[in-house]
């Protein structure tokens, strides 16, 4: 199953070193098989603050998402510049519905 690796950051003021590793995560990725699927796009806020923007690589499996966070040789790059928080989270299933959920919430709840 598909899983992502999902940030909210809020970059410093633009340098050397960022840009840098922007040119360079891509290498990190591809031996896991990783691809951009949001990247330096501005968000739409419709709720709540948000500041910052997203990033979001997707990955065949939560395994290689893993094994990809724990390889980036990089990210110290990333940490000392750009602030932010990053999650990994799996996927739902093709045909996957929600009604489904509920149901199975609703009876685990006694509902």
């Known amino acids: 199953m598909a899983a992502y690796a999902i940030a909210h950051i809020r970059p ?6 960022i840009l ?7 290498s990190t990725m591809d031996p896991f098989e990783g691809r951009f699927l949001v ?13 910052g ?12 998402a893993r094994a990809w966070y724990a390889s980036e040789a990089i990210l110290p790059q990333r940490t000392r510049h750009i602030a ?10 093709a045909g996957y519905d929600a009604t489904k959920t509920a149901a199975a919430m609703r009876a685990a709840a006694g509902l």
Not at 20 to 26: A, C, G
Not at 39 to 51: N, T, Y
Not at 53 to 64: K, L
């Open 39 to 51: 990247h330096g796009k501005e968000v739409e806020v419709l709720e709540g603050p948000f500041p």
């Open 84 to 93: 932010g928080e990053v999650i990994l989270v799996e996927g739902v299933p």
């Open 12 to 17: 410093e003021t633009m340098n050397d070193e």
């Open 20 to 26: 840098d590793y922007i040119e360079r995560i891509q």
């Open 53 to 64: 923007t997203v990033v979001m690589i997707g990955f065949p499996d939560i395994e290689r």
